[in-house]
């Protein structure tokens, strides 16, 4: 179901909803089209999904675009996308000439909207080829990273970066991901629903359903680090944190991940959880399928204490649904984990297991602290961390960007 801005009065307050009204005014009728390559999975399909409506509703005339190709474009582009992060792939003359060729065939279709439109927003590589084709622009294009392109493989980026120097704007989610380009960049972090099912309300009744289906016991606190079996993510080091708090606390653990995967490397990093789980029954390996949000927020509202003892992590998105449930949160002290945890106010930043265990008691025997700071933890993700703000984000930059400075500044 879309959902309108005044679904999040609740949430954010009317001051909020004011402002961004005032922002959708002063760019009445601005036509905006994003562009991305799927229009389900993945995170970015998530965002346009409810960021267009909501741009529509903050009174733009906001549309989405998916360019197609064939498998190999996406073998190619899937190329790309391990490249800029930093993975050597092996890309061709050939399969350059694919991208621009799909860029272009995508273009000749896209024409109409893409020419006319008053900013265009494309995110990722996959269609950044498309800027080049398009020589009767009459607005402002905006490349859009979701990913840490910092450490590149240097041939792709090298490829890519005579596309993506072209444009008006970058946005990055973090400072820390970005290049430097020849144009005016800007910071976007990620940000979470708060009507999602990830992150809703739930009736207790259902929360104590998925607490009785995995056998919790209520009476003993509980740990919860949800994430996908990577070795990035620790989750050996959370069992040894576990097994030190264990020591002096009789806490449950629950690591919550995907479910059978094709990824030989998940599944290696998932025996290699079972084996250090071995058979205490107070660790609790789930396997969840892959639309399991809402036992994924029952978990998260269960947990006294949230995990993301992550060595390496982007953004970090379990740390901030736990945060807006009201929970501190003991985080690995890496990448956009740091941008969230406020060291000692919202949780604690760690890079040990034994540091880990240290808070985690640390909470154990502060009961009052875990409220404290839980509650702390939602304000900071009310502030910054949910999609009123990213929309705000979006409409400040396209404000900045629109037109001549001068005439900006009579209109506002
Ligand atoms: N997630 C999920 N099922 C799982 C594991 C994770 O739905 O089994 C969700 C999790 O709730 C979060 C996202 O996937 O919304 C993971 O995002 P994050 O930024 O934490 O890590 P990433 O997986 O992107 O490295």
Not at 16 to 22: F, K, P, S
Not at 34 to 49: K, M, P, Q
């Amino acid at each position: 179901m879309r959902k309108l801005l005044s679904s999040y009065e609740g949430i954010v307050g009317s001051a909020v909803l004011g402002q961004l009204r005032q922002l959708g005014e002063k760019l009445a009728g601005a036509s905006i089209v994003h562009v991305n390559s799927t229009r389900e999975g993945g995170g970015v399909a998530e965002i346009l999904d409810w960021m267009v409506p909501l741009m529509n509703d903050a009174g733009l005339s906001a549309s989405w675009e998916v360019i197609h190709g064939e498998p190999r474009f996406f073998e190619i582009t899937k190329a790309f996308h391990n490249g800029l992060q930093g993975h050597t792939v092996p890309l061709t003359m050939k399969d350059w000439k694919i991208y621009e060729d799909v860029n272009e065939k995508n273009f000749e279709r896209l024409r109409p909207a893409l020419e006319e439109a008053n900013f265009v927003v494309i995110h990722d590589p996959q269609p950044a080829g498309l800027l080049k084709l398009c020589d009767r622009r009459k607005g402002k294009w905006i490349w859009r990273a979701h990913i840490d392109i910092s450490r590149p493989f240097r041939p792709v980026w090298k490829g890519l970066r005579p596309f993506v120097e072209k444009y008006d704007a970058s946005i990055f989610s973090m400072a820390e991901f970005a290049q430097l380009l020849p144009h005016p960049q800007f910071l976007v972090p990620p940000s979470i629903d708060p009507l999602s099912e990830k992150n809703r309300e739930l009736e207790p009744s259902e929360i104590e359903a998925v607490r009785t289906e995995f056998g919790l016991d209520p009476s003993r606190p509980l740990i919860v680090q949800v994430s996908r079996f990577d070795r990035f993510k620790d989750p050996v080091g959370v069992i040894a944190a576990y097994r030190l708090v264990r020591k002096v606390a009789p806490v449950q653990l629950v690591l919550a991940g995907g479910g059978a995967t094709d990824d030989p490397e998940g599944k290696a990093v998932l025996e290699d959880v079972q084996e250090a789980a071995g058979n205490d029954p107070d660790i609790h390996v789930l396997l969840l399928p892959s639309g399991a949000h809402r036992t994924i927020n029952a978990l998260q509202r269960l947990a006294d204490v949230i995990v993301q003892k992550s060595t390496r992590e982007g953004f970090g998105l379990t740390v901030t649904e736990g945060m807006w449930k009201g929970k501190p949160v003991v985080g690995g002290d890496t990448g956009g984990i740091r941008l969230q945890v406020v060291n000692h106010h919202t949780g604690f930043l760690v890079n040990t297991p034994e540091g880990a265990a240290h808070r985690i008691r640390y909470f154990l025997h502060n009961r009052n602290r875990i409220d404290e700071m839980g509650s702390i933890a939602r304000e900071v993700v009310r502030e910054n961390f949910l999609l009123t703000r990213h929309l705000r984000d979006y409409l400040t930059l396209m404000l900045v960007m629109a037109k001549d400075p001068r005439e900006r500044l009579l209109k506002v």
